[in-house]
């Protein structure tokens, strides 16, 4: 819990690192929106390289993780609810929400180590969450370095 509770309070003190896209009436609208929502355990706010848009227009990006007991066949029926929901609360077309629950290890390691807890409503959810995708990314990299060979065959 510490984990959880120091990078959300560093996200409140502004410590961490800023995404421009999300200032603090989106942030406001994003806490009201998810709470009390208990088919959602935790959203992050994508790191700035996740962000960048071809158009170069602003837009609010979204990994949403949630509880494990939604269904695998309504994660797409939640991302669209909660896509058109913040579109409404924010006043703006331009919401991306992922799945994190399906969402690549990579994508979710990245997101992990750079993107902010914007909302947890389940800690000990958000907390496995971030360890098994930590250890997915470990049996990854250990993964391809044993199938490459010796290091000195490289």
């Keep these: 819990m510490e ?9 409140d003190n502004g410590t961490m690192s800023e995404r421009e896209t999300i200032n603090s009436r989106e942030r406001a609208a994003v806490d009201r929106f998810f709470a009390g929502r208990g088919d959602v355990a935790a959203v992050y706010a994508f790191p700035a390289p996740h962000c960048r848009r071809p158009d170069k227009e602003e ?7 949630l ?10 029926e939640k991302r669209i609810e909660i ?4 579109a409404v609360e924010l006043n703006t077309p331009r919401v ?5 629950n399906d969402a690549s290890s990579n994508f979710c390691y990245d ?3 750079q ?3 914007l909302y947890y409503g ?13 250890a997915e990314f470990l049996r990854g990299v250990h993964g391809r370095r044993e199938n490459a060979g010796p290091i000195g065959a490289l």
């Design 96 to 100: 991306r929400v992922v799945i994190l």
């Design 122 to 134: 389940a800690p000990e959810i958000l907390r496995g969450f971030e360890s098994r995708v930590q």
């Design 83 to 86: 896509a058109e929901g913040l």
């Design 67 to 76: 509880h494990p007991l939604v269904e695998q066949s309504r994660y797409d």
């Design 3 to 11: 984990k959880v509770d120091r990078r959300a309070r560093a996200a």
């Design 111 to 113: 997101l992990t180590r």
């Design 59 to 65: 837009s609010v990006d979204l990994g949403v993780l």
């Design 115 to 117: 993107g902010r807890v």
